[in-house]
Each structure stands twice: as structure tokens, then as C-alpha cells.
């Protein structure tokens, strides 16, 4: 697997997301368990937390819609992160319809996580969900 160098301003993601949960505790109504840090390539960050209802979004959704509905694009993304107190190391790895999702706005985003020695490590969406489906050039889906 690709892997980057995990820098300052990466763990300055992780705290970012981690402010991102903190600021959605809500002690015995909705449980907002995982927060998310988005950074675009100009150092923009956009923070998602997940929605707590019966089907439910992942923070990393909310943190690409909140970027989106700012008038960015996912050609803008850099790197993504989530978290979750009990995640290893902390962190929490996207689900498989994120790593779609993600794949789909920005093929070019970088994903910090753990790997299977709960190590930090960042590596390349596409090396999460190889042999993706994907769009095509002309914007089309791809049947
Ligand atoms: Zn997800």
C-alpha cells in the first residue's frame, strides 16, 4: 500500500475532527460518535460529524456536503480524516460507501487512518478501494 508521510498538519486534522465531535456531544439524545476533518489544497478544512437517526450519515459525508455547498469541488480535496474515541489509534477508517463516495468527488484525495498495527498512516483512496467503480471523463456514469 502507497503511504505518505504523516506530518504536523495532519495530526493538526485529527485534533480538528476531534473538535468537530466535541462540539456535537449532545449527552442522552443524539449520539454524534464520529467527527471528520476535510482539507482542501489551499489549506481550507470543512468538519462533518455523523447524523444519529434510524438510516443515519457518515461524517464524512457531512464534511464533502458542507465543502460542496461552500462552492468547492472535490478536485479542491486533499486529505480526509475521521475519528472515534474507541477507533484504533484513535481514528476511524471510512466505511465502503464512503470510500465509493470519496473515489467518486475525488479520486486524488489522500486518507489518513490506521493500518492493521494501528499505526497512523496516509495513503491514497484508491489503494482503500481498488478497482473502483468510477466515473467517466465526459462526467457520465459508467454502466
Ligand atoms: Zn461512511
Redesign the pocket.
Known sequence: MRRYEVTKEDNRLIEEAYSALEKAKEPGNFYHTVGCCLKLSDGSLYHGVNCDCIHGS????VAVGNAISDGRRGSEFDTIVSVHPDGAAGLFA??????Q?LMEYSPQIKVILADENGEIIKTDIGELLPLAWTRLKTGDLMH
Do not use: L, V
Open positions: 457518515c461524517a464524512e459525508f471510512p466505511c465502503g460507501n464512503c470510500r463516495m
